[in-house]
């Protein structure tokens, strides 16, 4: 949105404030923003995250990189500028969320360092919490649940990241889980541990 179009736009802050939800619901709002290839496991962690964390009672939701190109992100295809914008509304959203008391599970391949990085600065501090799922692009292929890199190999799919776009890793992650050797539940163990020293706390053991 342009200068011209908020010139007269005012953040308007409500009356309730975020320690207050925050003792509502016995845990803190936050984005934990899920990044890495697709195949290395995303999505999958992030479902199995909200189930557990439902369960003991967190209030959390998942944004998924597909299921928000269905609704909010339908007219974007994936060009640089409009995976940067992709991104953008997402991060706005999980402010949103987390501004709402939500533990909100963000679960994008967000390939590019500037835009990650833009989405923590509109967080409060504190609140943005960045965990890379790494996993070699070799095992992705071999996993390739949708056929993606299949089809980008063979010329079908356009600037697809880590074959025909880049894919920029975190330099300083709040959290890195590694796929091809953990298992998903050995993955959700390690976030939970990770949760339980910033407010989040579920038994694991």
Known sequence: MSDSNTRNIQWQSGLVER????????????????????????????RLL????????????????DNVRHGLNSDLG????????????????????TEAGQVCIAAFISP?????????NIHPAGLFHE??????????EERD???LYAKARRGEIRNFTGIGAP?????????????????PEACITKILDYLGGHGVRVQTR
Not at 131 to 140: A, D, G, N, R, T
Request: aromatic letters at 4%; proline letters at 6%.
């Open 145 to 147: 649940p949708k056929g």
């Open 19 to 46: 320690s207050e939800r925050a003792a509502l619901n016995g845990h803190p709002g936050m984005t934990l923003w899920l990044t890495g290839l697709s195949g290395s496991g995303k999505s999958t962690l992030a």
């Open 131 to 140: 965990i890379h799922v790494s996993c070699p692009l070799e095992h992705c």
């Open 112 to 120: 590019y360092r500037a835009d990650r990085d833009r989405v923590r």
């Open 167 to 183: 894919y920029e890793p975190p330099e300083s992650p709040e959290l890195v889980l590694r796929t091809e050797q953990d298992s």
């Open 50 to 65: 909200e189930r557990r964390l439902h369960q003991h009672k967190i209030r959390t939701f998942v944004l998924d990189g």
């Open 78 to 97: 994936f060009t640089a500028e409009d995976r940067r914008e992709n991104i953008r509304r997402v991060g706005e959203v999980a402010r949103l969320m």
